[in-house]
Protein backbone atom coordinates (compact mmCIF):
# COMPACT_ATOMS: atom_id res chain seq x y z
CA UNK A 1 0.00 0.00 0.00
CA UNK A 2 1.37 3.94 -0.32
CA UNK A 3 2.89 5.00 2.94
CA UNK A 4 1.50 8.26 2.06
CA UNK A 5 -2.00 6.87 3.35
CA UNK A 6 -2.79 5.70 6.90
CA UNK A 7 -2.79 1.87 7.02
CA UNK A 8 -6.46 0.42 7.74
CA UNK A 9 -6.34 0.19 11.27
CA UNK A 10 -5.30 3.11 11.61
CA UNK A 11 -8.56 5.00 9.71
CA UNK A 12 -10.63 2.40 12.17
CA UNK A 13 -8.98 4.03 14.67
CA UNK A 14 -9.76 7.69 13.54
CA UNK A 15 -13.70 6.18 12.75
CA UNK A 16 -13.70 4.78 16.10
CA UNK A 17 -13.13 7.62 17.81
CA UNK A 18 -14.92 10.17 15.24
CA UNK A 19 -18.51 7.92 16.09
CA UNK A 20 -17.28 7.99 19.70
CA UNK A 21 -17.07 12.23 19.79
CA UNK A 22 -20.50 12.54 18.02
CA UNK A 23 -22.44 10.19 20.59
CA UNK A 24 -20.68 12.15 23.12
CA UNK A 25 -21.50 15.33 21.71
CA UNK A 26 -24.79 14.28 20.19
CA UNK A 27 -24.35 16.43 16.96
CA UNK A 28 -21.26 16.20 14.23
CA UNK A 29 -19.25 18.61 16.12
CA UNK A 30 -15.29 17.35 16.64
CA UNK A 31 -13.02 19.61 18.74
CA UNK A 32 -15.05 22.39 18.75
CA UNK A 33 -16.00 23.23 15.34
CA UNK A 34 -17.36 21.39 11.70
CA UNK A 35 -15.26 20.60 8.96
CA UNK A 36 -16.57 23.96 6.78
CA UNK A 37 -15.53 26.26 9.76
CA UNK A 38 -12.03 24.15 9.90
CA UNK A 39 -11.83 24.69 6.03
CA UNK A 40 -12.21 28.55 6.86
CA UNK A 41 -10.09 28.95 9.75
CA UNK A 42 -7.01 27.39 7.23
CA UNK A 43 -7.80 29.42 4.61
CA UNK A 44 -7.53 32.76 6.91
CA UNK A 45 -4.73 31.32 7.95
CA UNK A 46 -2.97 30.99 4.78
CA UNK A 47 -3.55 34.28 3.70
CA UNK A 48 -2.33 35.54 6.74
CA UNK A 49 0.89 34.09 6.20
CA UNK A 50 0.67 35.07 2.72
CA UNK A 51 0.21 38.97 3.45
CA UNK A 52 3.39 38.69 6.62
CA UNK A 53 5.43 36.90 4.02
CA UNK A 54 4.52 39.93 1.40
CA UNK A 55 4.77 42.48 4.04
CA UNK A 56 8.18 41.04 4.98
CA UNK A 57 9.05 41.46 1.21
CA UNK A 58 7.91 45.45 1.23
CA UNK A 59 9.63 45.77 4.09
CA UNK A 60 12.91 44.55 3.27
CA UNK A 61 12.99 45.73 0.03
CA UNK A 62 12.76 49.69 0.79
CA UNK A 63 15.53 48.71 3.87
CA UNK A 64 17.26 47.79 0.82
CA UNK A 65 16.78 50.30 -2.08
CA UNK A 66 16.15 53.51 0.74
CA UNK A 67 19.49 54.45 1.45
CA UNK A 68 20.50 54.99 -2.23
CA UNK A 69 17.07 57.29 -3.25
CA UNK A 70 17.86 60.90 -2.93
CA UNK A 71 16.70 63.95 -2.85
CA UNK A 72 17.72 66.34 -5.66
CA UNK A 73 16.99 70.39 -5.11
CA UNK A 74 17.44 72.87 -7.99
CA UNK A 75 17.45 76.88 -7.45
CA UNK A 76 17.77 77.30 -11.29
CA UNK A 77 17.94 81.59 -11.06
CA UNK A 78 17.21 84.11 -9.19
CA UNK A 79 13.56 85.23 -9.57
CA UNK A 80 13.18 89.10 -8.67
CA UNK A 81 10.59 90.26 -6.17
CA UNK A 82 9.09 94.02 -6.77
CA UNK A 83 7.29 94.42 -3.67
CA UNK A 84 8.58 93.18 -0.25
CA UNK A 85 8.14 89.56 1.12
CA UNK A 86 5.75 88.74 3.08
CA UNK A 87 6.80 86.01 6.21
CA UNK A 88 4.94 82.79 6.69
CA UNK A 89 1.27 83.11 7.39
CA UNK A 90 -1.19 80.03 8.49
CA UNK A 91 -4.23 81.86 7.11
CA UNK A 92 -2.50 83.15 3.93
CA UNK A 93 -3.42 80.19 1.27
CA UNK A 94 -0.64 82.23 -0.84
CA UNK A 95 2.11 81.00 1.62
CA UNK A 96 2.79 77.65 -0.34
CA UNK A 97 3.74 79.38 -3.48
CA UNK A 98 7.53 78.16 -4.21
CA UNK A 99 7.31 75.80 -1.90
CA UNK A 100 6.75 71.66 -3.15
CA UNK A 101 3.40 71.53 -1.62
CA UNK A 102 2.67 74.81 -3.99
CA UNK A 103 1.30 72.42 -7.03
CA UNK A 104 -0.95 70.39 -4.22
CA UNK A 105 -2.72 73.74 -3.20
CA UNK A 106 -2.91 74.80 -6.03
CA UNK A 107 -4.94 72.15 -7.74
CA UNK A 108 -6.87 71.49 -4.20
CA UNK A 109 -8.22 74.53 -2.97
CA UNK A 110 -10.05 72.65 -0.24
CA UNK A 111 -6.77 71.76 1.47
CA UNK A 112 -6.48 75.42 1.91
CA UNK A 113 -9.65 75.49 4.29
CA UNK A 114 -8.20 72.71 6.09
CA UNK A 115 -4.90 74.34 6.89
CA UNK A 116 -6.51 76.95 8.33
CA UNK A 117 -5.12 78.59 12.17
CA UNK A 118 -2.93 76.13 14.18
CA UNK A 119 -2.87 73.75 11.30
CA UNK A 120 0.17 73.32 8.81
CA UNK A 121 2.77 75.63 7.91
CA UNK A 122 5.47 75.60 5.89
CA UNK A 123 8.65 78.35 6.20
CA UNK A 124 9.42 80.89 3.49
CA UNK A 125 12.31 80.16 0.31
CA UNK A 126 15.18 81.54 1.72
CA UNK A 127 15.79 85.16 0.80
CA UNK A 128 18.42 86.69 -1.08
CA UNK A 129 20.24 89.74 -0.19
CA UNK A 130 19.12 91.59 -2.84
CA UNK A 131 15.21 91.20 -1.92
CA UNK A 132 15.02 88.33 -4.26
CA UNK A 133 13.78 84.94 -3.83
CA UNK A 134 15.14 81.77 -5.33
CA UNK A 135 12.95 79.28 -7.57
CA UNK A 136 13.40 75.95 -6.47
CA UNK A 137 12.27 73.03 -7.44
CA UNK A 138 12.47 68.92 -5.96
CA UNK A 139 12.78 65.86 -7.57
CA UNK A 140 14.37 62.29 -6.96
CA UNK A 141 17.14 60.59 -7.96
CA UNK A 142 18.84 57.18 -7.41
CA UNK A 143 22.77 56.30 -6.34
CA UNK A 144 23.47 53.67 -8.86
CA UNK A 145 27.39 53.54 -8.37
CA UNK A 146 29.24 54.41 -4.76
CA UNK A 147 31.57 56.82 -5.90
CA UNK A 148 28.53 58.84 -6.64
CA UNK A 149 26.84 58.70 -10.18
CA UNK A 150 22.71 59.63 -9.36
CA UNK A 151 20.18 58.40 -11.86
CA UNK A 152 17.60 60.85 -12.63
CA UNK A 153 15.25 62.42 -15.22
CA UNK A 154 16.14 64.90 -16.79
CA UNK A 155 13.13 67.53 -16.22
CA UNK A 156 14.81 67.41 -12.68
CA UNK A 157 17.68 68.74 -13.75
CA UNK A 158 16.63 71.12 -16.28
CA UNK A 159 17.42 74.90 -15.90
CA UNK A 160 21.01 74.90 -15.10
CA UNK A 161 21.97 76.46 -11.70
CA UNK A 162 22.87 75.15 -8.20
CA UNK A 163 21.83 71.18 -7.83
CA UNK A 164 21.71 69.99 -4.53
CA UNK A 165 21.64 66.22 -3.94
CA UNK A 166 20.72 65.36 -0.52
CA UNK A 167 21.05 61.37 0.29
CA UNK A 168 18.65 59.34 2.56
CA UNK A 169 20.90 59.88 6.11
CA UNK A 170 20.73 63.83 5.31
CA UNK A 171 24.25 64.60 3.68
CA UNK A 172 23.78 67.20 1.37
CA UNK A 173 26.52 67.56 -2.20
CA UNK A 174 26.59 69.78 -4.36
CA UNK A 175 26.63 68.29 -8.24
CA UNK A 176 29.76 68.44 -9.90
CA UNK A 177 28.49 67.02 -13.30
CA UNK A 178 25.20 67.16 -15.19
CA UNK A 179 24.83 65.35 -18.12
CA UNK A 180 21.54 64.95 -19.54
CA UNK A 181 19.53 62.59 -22.63
CA UNK A 182 16.10 65.36 -23.23
CA UNK A 183 15.13 62.79 -25.51
CA UNK A 184 14.63 59.96 -23.22
CA UNK A 185 13.86 62.24 -19.97
CA UNK A 186 17.39 60.46 -18.37
CA UNK A 187 20.14 62.65 -16.51
CA UNK A 188 22.73 61.52 -14.76
CA UNK A 189 24.47 63.64 -12.02
CA UNK A 190 28.31 63.15 -10.81
CA UNK A 191 29.15 63.87 -7.26
CA UNK A 192 33.00 64.92 -6.91
CA UNK A 193 35.07 63.81 -3.15
CA UNK A 194 32.71 60.93 -2.04
CA UNK A 195 33.07 57.20 -2.02
CA UNK A 196 31.88 53.94 -0.36
CA UNK A 197 27.90 55.14 -1.16
CA UNK A 198 24.93 53.06 -0.78
CA UNK A 199 23.90 52.12 -4.06
CA UNK A 200 21.07 50.28 -6.22
CA UNK A 201 21.35 47.67 -8.18
CA UNK A 202 20.13 47.75 -11.52
CA UNK A 203 17.95 44.79 -12.89
CA UNK A 204 16.04 43.89 -16.08
CA UNK A 205 13.14 45.16 -17.63
CA UNK A 206 13.00 43.86 -20.18
CA UNK A 207 12.06 40.44 -17.82
CA UNK A 208 9.59 42.22 -16.07
CA UNK A 209 5.86 41.55 -15.92
CA UNK A 210 2.73 42.54 -15.94
CA UNK A 211 1.28 42.31 -13.03
CA UNK A 212 4.55 42.39 -10.98
CA UNK A 213 4.26 43.63 -7.73
CA UNK A 214 7.14 46.61 -7.66
CA UNK A 215 7.69 49.66 -5.39
CA UNK A 216 7.79 53.05 -6.28
CA UNK A 217 9.88 55.51 -3.73
CA UNK A 218 10.87 59.17 -4.02
CA UNK A 219 10.00 62.16 -2.41
CA UNK A 220 7.03 63.19 -3.17
CA UNK A 221 5.81 66.92 -2.07
CA UNK A 222 9.14 66.84 -0.38
CA UNK A 223 8.44 64.08 1.82
CA UNK A 224 11.37 62.12 1.93
CA UNK A 225 12.10 58.76 2.18
CA UNK A 226 8.30 57.61 0.88
CA UNK A 227 7.63 54.38 -0.24
CA UNK A 228 4.51 53.06 -2.11
CA UNK A 229 3.43 49.67 -3.42
CA UNK A 230 1.38 48.34 -6.95
CA UNK A 231 1.90 46.24 -9.70
CA UNK A 232 3.15 46.87 -13.43
CA UNK A 233 -0.44 47.74 -15.22
CA UNK A 234 1.50 47.73 -19.02
CA UNK A 235 4.55 47.79 -20.55
CA UNK A 236 5.65 49.61 -24.02
CA UNK A 237 3.34 52.43 -23.34
CA UNK A 238 3.79 55.59 -25.87
CA UNK A 239 2.49 57.47 -28.31
CA UNK A 240 1.67 60.02 -24.88
CA UNK A 241 3.99 63.13 -26.03
CA UNK A 242 5.68 62.62 -22.94
CA UNK A 243 9.36 62.68 -24.75
CA UNK A 244 10.65 61.71 -27.90
CA UNK A 245 11.35 57.90 -27.21
CA UNK A 246 8.69 56.50 -25.32
CA UNK A 247 8.29 52.55 -23.82
CA UNK A 248 7.37 53.07 -20.17
CA UNK A 249 6.54 51.09 -18.29
CA UNK A 250 3.09 51.81 -16.53
CA UNK A 251 2.54 51.03 -12.87
CA UNK A 252 -0.36 51.54 -10.55
CA UNK A 253 1.81 52.43 -7.25
CA UNK A 254 1.39 55.63 -6.03
CA UNK A 255 3.51 58.56 -7.63
CA UNK A 256 2.76 61.87 -7.05
CA UNK A 257 4.96 65.29 -8.12
CA UNK A 258 8.30 64.83 -6.40
CA UNK A 259 8.46 61.32 -7.41
CA UNK A 260 10.35 61.80 -10.51
CA UNK A 261 13.92 60.46 -11.11
CA UNK A 262 13.07 58.30 -8.04
CA UNK A 263 13.35 54.22 -8.68
CA UNK A 264 10.95 51.74 -9.89
CA UNK A 265 12.13 48.79 -8.02
CA UNK A 266 11.10 44.81 -7.83
CA UNK A 267 10.84 42.73 -4.88
CA UNK A 268 14.60 41.45 -5.62
CA UNK A 269 15.32 45.11 -4.60
CA UNK A 270 16.20 45.43 -8.50
CA UNK A 271 15.71 49.22 -10.03
CA UNK A 272 13.77 48.35 -12.62
CA UNK A 273 12.57 51.91 -13.94
CA UNK A 274 12.97 55.71 -12.81
CA UNK A 275 9.62 57.22 -12.56
CA UNK A 276 8.78 59.98 -14.48
CA UNK A 277 5.28 61.27 -15.27
CA UNK A 278 1.64 60.83 -14.22
CA UNK A 279 -1.54 60.63 -16.19
CA UNK A 280 -3.65 62.92 -14.07
CA UNK A 281 -6.73 65.75 -14.38
CA UNK A 282 -6.15 66.19 -10.23
CA UNK A 283 -2.22 66.78 -10.11
CA UNK A 284 -1.95 63.73 -7.93
CA UNK A 285 -1.69 60.56 -8.42
CA UNK A 286 -4.58 58.93 -9.50
CA UNK A 287 -3.59 54.74 -10.77
CA UNK A 288 -1.51 55.72 -13.88
CA UNK A 289 2.44 56.18 -13.72
CA UNK A 290 4.71 55.75 -16.57
CA UNK A 291 8.19 55.17 -15.59
CA UNK A 292 11.54 54.57 -18.13
CA UNK A 293 12.66 51.24 -18.46
CA UNK A 294 15.73 50.47 -16.49
CA UNK A 295 17.34 48.64 -19.85
CA UNK A 296 17.32 52.11 -21.68
CA UNK A 297 17.79 54.41 -19.16
CA UNK A 298 21.49 52.42 -18.31
CA UNK A 299 22.13 52.05 -21.89
CA UNK A 300 21.78 56.62 -22.00
CA UNK A 301 23.65 57.07 -18.51
CA UNK A 302 26.82 54.26 -19.79
CA UNK A 303 26.89 56.38 -22.83
CA UNK A 304 26.34 59.84 -21.35
CA UNK A 305 28.87 58.92 -18.87
CA UNK A 306 31.53 58.06 -21.30
CA UNK A 307 31.17 60.31 -23.98
CA UNK A 308 28.83 63.32 -22.49
CA UNK A 309 26.05 62.67 -25.16
CA UNK A 310 24.27 59.59 -26.49
CA UNK A 311 25.03 58.11 -30.15
CA UNK A 312 21.96 57.08 -31.66
CA UNK A 313 22.10 54.92 -34.85
CA UNK A 314 19.08 54.93 -37.73
CA UNK A 315 17.46 53.24 -40.64
CA UNK A 316 15.91 56.14 -42.82
CA UNK A 317 12.26 54.84 -42.81
CA UNK A 318 9.24 56.40 -42.44
CA UNK A 319 6.96 53.53 -40.52
CA UNK A 320 3.51 52.67 -39.35
CA UNK A 321 1.85 50.03 -37.02
CA UNK A 322 0.01 47.15 -38.48
CA UNK A 323 -3.15 46.93 -38.60
CA UNK A 324 -6.37 45.20 -39.14
CA UNK A 325 -6.56 46.92 -43.08
CA UNK A 326 -2.89 46.69 -43.31
CA UNK A 327 -2.71 43.30 -42.49
CA UNK A 328 -5.19 42.22 -44.68
CA UNK A 329 -3.36 44.40 -48.08
CA UNK A 330 0.42 42.83 -46.76
CA UNK A 331 -0.55 39.14 -45.78
CA UNK A 332 0.87 38.98 -41.88
CA UNK A 333 -1.27 39.07 -38.81
CA UNK A 334 -2.19 42.79 -37.12
CA UNK A 335 0.52 43.98 -35.18
CA UNK A 336 3.10 41.19 -37.04
CA UNK A 337 6.00 43.45 -37.52
CA UNK A 338 6.59 46.94 -38.49
CA UNK A 339 5.43 48.67 -41.96
CA UNK A 340 8.05 50.59 -43.81
CA UNK A 341 5.83 53.28 -46.20
CA UNK A 342 9.23 55.19 -47.37
CA UNK A 343 12.86 54.33 -47.61
CA UNK A 344 14.73 57.48 -47.62
CA UNK A 345 17.41 58.25 -50.23
CA UNK A 346 21.31 57.45 -49.05
CA UNK A 347 20.34 55.69 -45.86
CA UNK A 348 21.50 52.90 -44.27
CA UNK A 349 17.84 51.28 -45.20
CA UNK A 350 18.58 52.49 -49.09
CA UNK A 351 21.98 50.99 -48.96
CA UNK A 352 20.69 47.63 -47.61
CA UNK A 353 17.85 47.73 -50.29
CA UNK A 354 14.95 47.84 -48.03
CA UNK A 355 11.40 48.93 -49.63
CA UNK A 356 8.35 50.52 -49.24
CA UNK A 357 6.03 47.79 -48.49
CA UNK A 358 8.26 46.11 -46.57
CA UNK A 359 7.11 44.80 -42.99
CA UNK A 360 9.84 44.16 -40.81
CA UNK A 361 9.26 41.54 -38.13
CA UNK A 362 12.63 41.24 -36.82
CA UNK A 363 16.06 43.22 -36.31
CA UNK A 364 18.94 42.41 -34.83
CA UNK A 365 17.25 39.12 -33.55
CA UNK A 366 14.64 41.02 -31.56
CA UNK A 367 11.19 41.00 -32.69
CA UNK A 368 9.11 43.99 -33.44
CA UNK A 369 5.25 44.74 -33.40
CA UNK A 370 5.54 48.76 -33.10
CA UNK A 371 7.42 51.60 -34.57
CA UNK A 372 8.37 52.29 -31.19
CA UNK A 373 9.88 48.92 -30.52
CA UNK A 374 11.91 48.77 -33.78
CA UNK A 375 13.21 52.48 -33.48
CA UNK A 376 14.71 51.48 -30.03
CA UNK A 377 15.66 48.41 -31.33
CA UNK A 378 17.37 50.02 -34.21
CA UNK A 379 19.41 52.92 -31.97
CA UNK A 380 21.05 50.78 -29.57
CA UNK A 381 23.34 49.30 -32.03
CA UNK A 382 26.59 49.96 -32.29
CA UNK A 383 27.73 52.41 -34.86
CA UNK A 384 28.99 50.52 -38.10
CA UNK A 385 27.56 47.21 -36.83
CA UNK A 386 25.86 44.78 -39.12
CA UNK A 387 22.51 43.38 -38.15
CA UNK A 388 20.02 41.45 -40.12
CA UNK A 389 16.27 42.16 -40.79
CA UNK A 390 13.81 40.08 -41.16
CA UNK A 391 10.88 40.97 -43.27
CA UNK A 392 8.14 40.01 -45.25
CA UNK A 393 7.97 41.57 -48.84
CA UNK A 394 4.97 39.65 -51.30
CA UNK A 395 4.03 37.33 -48.74
CA UNK A 396 7.34 35.98 -48.41
CA UNK A 397 10.03 36.11 -45.71
CA UNK A 398 13.73 37.04 -46.28
CA UNK A 399 16.55 38.49 -44.60
CA UNK A 400 18.38 41.21 -45.46
CA UNK A 401 21.70 42.72 -43.87
CA UNK A 402 21.92 46.08 -43.11
CA UNK A 403 24.97 48.69 -41.74
CA UNK A 404 24.14 50.58 -38.84
CA UNK A 405 25.00 54.52 -39.42
CA UNK A 406 24.91 57.29 -36.77
CA UNK A 407 21.73 59.49 -36.45
CA UNK A 408 22.70 62.62 -37.79
CA UNK A 409 21.30 65.46 -35.65
CA UNK A 410 17.96 67.26 -36.43
CA UNK A 411 19.14 70.09 -38.72
CA UNK A 412 21.13 67.65 -40.61
CA UNK A 413 17.95 65.14 -40.70
CA UNK A 414 15.51 67.66 -42.00
CA UNK A 415 17.60 69.07 -44.94
CA UNK A 416 18.13 65.58 -46.27
CA UNK A 417 14.00 65.26 -46.23
CA UNK A 418 13.30 63.79 -42.77
CA UNK A 419 13.80 59.85 -41.36
CA UNK A 420 11.68 59.84 -38.50
CA UNK A 421 9.17 57.03 -37.83
CA UNK A 422 5.25 57.51 -36.97
CA UNK A 423 5.31 57.58 -33.22
CA UNK A 424 7.00 61.17 -33.40
CA UNK A 425 4.14 62.15 -35.77
CA UNK A 426 2.05 60.17 -33.29
CA UNK A 427 2.88 61.60 -29.73
CA UNK A 428 2.25 65.34 -30.93
CA UNK A 429 -1.55 63.97 -31.16
CA UNK A 430 -1.82 61.82 -28.04
CA UNK A 431 -3.58 64.09 -25.82
CA UNK A 432 -6.54 63.23 -28.35
CA UNK A 433 -6.07 60.05 -28.80
CA UNK A 434 -5.01 59.53 -32.35
CA UNK A 435 -1.93 58.89 -34.11
CA UNK A 436 -1.61 60.02 -37.80
CA UNK A 437 1.37 60.32 -40.45
CA UNK A 438 2.09 61.65 -43.69
CA UNK A 439 -0.21 60.12 -46.83
CA UNK A 440 1.95 58.73 -49.14
CA UNK A 441 1.35 57.41 -52.84
CA UNK A 442 1.51 53.80 -51.42
CA UNK A 443 -0.38 54.48 -48.82
CA UNK A 444 -3.22 56.35 -50.53
CA UNK A 445 -3.30 53.60 -53.04
CA UNK A 446 -3.97 50.83 -50.26
CA UNK A 447 -6.72 53.25 -48.47
CA UNK A 448 -8.15 53.53 -52.36
CA UNK A 449 -7.93 57.34 -51.98
CA UNK A 450 -5.40 57.28 -54.66
CA UNK A 451 -4.08 61.32 -55.58
CA UNK A 452 -5.51 62.89 -52.53
CA UNK A 453 -3.28 64.85 -50.30
CA UNK A 454 -3.79 65.32 -45.90
CA UNK A 455 -3.07 63.63 -43.34
CA UNK A 456 -3.89 59.43 -42.47
CA UNK A 457 -5.09 58.13 -38.95
CA UNK A 458 -3.76 55.38 -38.59
CA UNK A 459 -4.77 54.34 -34.93
CA UNK A 460 -7.77 55.81 -32.07
CA UNK A 461 -8.14 55.13 -28.77
CA UNK A 462 -11.54 54.05 -27.93
CA UNK A 463 -13.62 56.66 -25.77
CA UNK A 464 -10.94 58.93 -26.75
CA UNK A 465 -11.47 62.88 -27.83
CA UNK A 466 -10.96 61.31 -31.56
CA UNK A 467 -12.68 58.69 -31.42
CA UNK A 468 -15.74 60.74 -29.89
CA UNK A 469 -15.56 63.07 -33.22
CA UNK A 470 -16.24 59.68 -35.20
CA UNK A 471 -12.40 59.19 -36.45
CA UNK A 472 -10.80 56.19 -37.17
CA UNK A 473 -8.32 54.08 -38.34
CA UNK A 474 -7.90 54.66 -42.23
CA UNK A 475 -9.72 57.97 -42.34
CA UNK A 476 -7.70 60.72 -44.45
CA UNK A 477 -8.49 64.35 -43.23
CA UNK A 478 -7.82 66.80 -46.01
CA UNK A 479 -9.30 70.04 -44.78
CA UNK A 480 -9.33 71.57 -40.96
CA UNK A 481 -10.64 75.02 -40.13
CA UNK A 482 -11.53 74.90 -44.08
CA UNK A 483 -8.38 75.12 -45.28
CA UNK A 484 -6.45 72.25 -46.70
CA UNK A 485 -4.31 69.83 -44.85
CA UNK A 486 -1.40 68.79 -46.56
CA UNK A 487 0.73 67.08 -43.87
CA UNK A 488 0.90 66.66 -40.22
CA UNK A 489 2.75 69.77 -39.38
CA UNK A 490 -0.16 72.03 -41.03
CA UNK A 491 -2.72 69.52 -38.87
CA UNK A 492 -0.51 70.19 -35.95
CA UNK A 493 -1.31 74.17 -36.18
CA UNK A 494 -4.94 74.05 -37.31
CA UNK A 495 -5.19 72.00 -33.71
CA UNK A 496 -3.04 74.24 -31.48
CA UNK A 497 -3.89 76.59 -29.35
CA UNK A 498 -7.59 77.50 -28.29
CA UNK A 499 -8.75 76.43 -31.28
CA UNK A 500 -9.86 73.13 -29.89
CA UNK A 501 -11.80 74.21 -27.03
CA UNK A 502 -14.60 75.44 -29.98
CA UNK A 503 -13.89 73.05 -32.17
CA UNK A 504 -12.26 72.22 -35.13
CA UNK A 505 -14.13 71.27 -38.50
CA UNK A 506 -12.19 68.39 -40.41
CA UNK A 507 -13.36 67.24 -44.06
CA UNK A 508 -12.60 63.55 -44.29
CA UNK A 509 -12.06 60.98 -46.79
CA UNK A 510 -13.20 57.65 -46.40
CA UNK A 511 -13.57 54.79 -49.57
CA UNK A 512 -17.39 55.65 -48.74
CA UNK A 513 -16.62 59.50 -49.86
CA UNK A 514 -15.55 62.80 -47.91
CA UNK A 515 -17.78 63.98 -44.42
CA UNK A 516 -17.43 66.50 -41.72
CA UNK A 517 -16.55 65.52 -38.20
CA UNK A 518 -16.05 68.19 -35.58
CA UNK A 519 -12.73 67.82 -33.34
CA UNK A 520 -13.22 69.42 -30.01
CA UNK A 521 -10.77 69.12 -26.97
Known amino acids: MNERFPKPRVWMAGLGLLVAGVLAAGSWAVDGGDPASQATEQKAAAGTRYADTLSTAFRETAEQVLPAVVMIETRPQLVRSETPQRRSNPNNPRQFEGSP ?15 GPGGFEMPDLPESPRGGRRSAGMGS ?7 GVVLTNNHVVDGGGEITVRLHDGREFKAAQVKTDPKTDVAVIVLDGVKGLPYAKLGNSDSAQVGD ?38 TDAAINPGNSGGPLVNLDGEVIGLNTAINSRSGGNEGVGFAVPVNLARWVSDQLLKSGRVQRAYLGVLIQPVNQDLANQFGVKVR ?42 VERCPIGSKQEAVVIRDGKRQTITVTCQQLPEDDQLASAGGSRNDSADASRFGELGMEVEN ?29 QAGLESGVVIIEAGRKPVKNVDELEKALSGKALEAGVLLLVRTESGTRFVVLKG
Request: proline share 6%; aromatic share 6%.
Open 101 to 115: FGDLFEQNPELRRFF
Open 141 to 147: GVIIDPK
Open 213 to 250: WVLALGQPFGLEGTVTAGIISAKGRGGMGITDRESFIQ
Open 336 to 377: EGVAVREVMDGTPAAKAGLKPGDVIVEFGGTPVSEPGELQAT
Open 439 to 467: LTAEVAEQLGVKGQEGVVVTSVEPGSTAA
